[in-house]
């Protein structure tokens, strides 16, 4: 059982937006500003898309954004494209080590 | 070019060692920490551990201590995760991934190597 709670599965038409929760504790995400989200291609090493919550790294598209709200942090993806298709995992601080959601399988429709 | 390169998939039996090595180029390994990331077949991420690059004192997540060991040879910019006494269960994928803030943010990670115990 992972430390964050993720939904194992969304999906959604292209063109369209969804939003991937991430619910922890007052402990990881809703005690720091420290939660991350990669994406994973089957096959593929992580990469990394938003960090400290709402950050973009250099080179990630606009149409990722991260938010937070109490325990529970969230990616939205807009406009998606086939090439969203993909794992997705959020993680945080806890204390002195990191944390893993359990992941959630984006389907493009 | 900033990247971290790990070395092959290895195929063990059950109680030996395996070494897996993962380079740090396009940047200072000592300028950043380096953590470690399993994958099981089919399974999510779990996090290892990190190594502080500038001390080398490693910090192992529950789970992780005992048979594991993280080390670094900064003179070839390189740092190791070595795994004893092998079990089936150790079957994953393991990732080496550079922290690029201190606080979590995994920017830049090694392609991963496959580690496989089968008798």
């Known amino acids: 059982q992972s430390a964050l709670t993720q939904p194992a599965s969304v999906s959604g038409s292209p063109g369209q937006s969804i939003t991937i929760s991430c619910t922890g504790t007052?402990?990881?995400?809703?005690?720091?500003?420290?939660v991350s989200w990669y994406q994973q291609h089957p096959g593929k090493a992580p990469k990394l898309m938003i960090y400290?919550?709402?950050n973009r790294p250099s080179g990630v598209s606009n149409r990722f954004s991260g938010s937070k709200s109490g325990n529970t942090a969230s990616l939205t993806i807009s406009g998606l494209q086939a090439e969203d298709e993909a794992d997705y995992y959020c993680?945080?601080?806890?204390?002195?080590?990191?944390?893993f959601g359990g992941g959630t399988k984006l389907t493009v429709l | 070019q900033v990247q971290l390169v790990q070395s092959g998939s290895e195929l063990k039996k059950p109680g030996a060692s395996v070494k897996v090595s993962c380079k740090a180029s396009?940047?200072?390994?000592?300028?950043?920490?380096m953590n470690w990331v399993r994958q099981a077949p089919g399974q999510g991420l779990e996090w290892m551990g990190w190594?502080?690059?500038?001390?080398?004192?490693?910090t192992y997540a529950q789970g992780f201590t005992g048979r594991f060991v993280y080390s670094l040879d900064t003179s070839v910019s390189t740092a190791y995760l070595q795994i004893s006494s092998l079990k089936a269960e150790d079957t994953a994928v393991y990732y080496c991934?550079?922290?690029?803030?201190?606080?979590?943010?995994?920017?830049?990670w090694g392609q991963g190597t496959m580690v496989t115990v089968s008798s």
């Open positions: 007052s402990s990881d995400v809703g005690g720091y500003n420290y």
């Open positions: 993680s945080s601080y806890k204390t002195g080590r990191t944390v």
């Open positions: 396009g940047y200072t390994l000592t300028s950043h920490a």
């Open positions: 991934a550079r922290d690029l803030t201190g606080n979590d943010a995994f920017d830049i």
């Open positions: 400290e919550v709402s």
């Open positions: 190594m502080n690059t500038n001390t080398g004192n490693p």
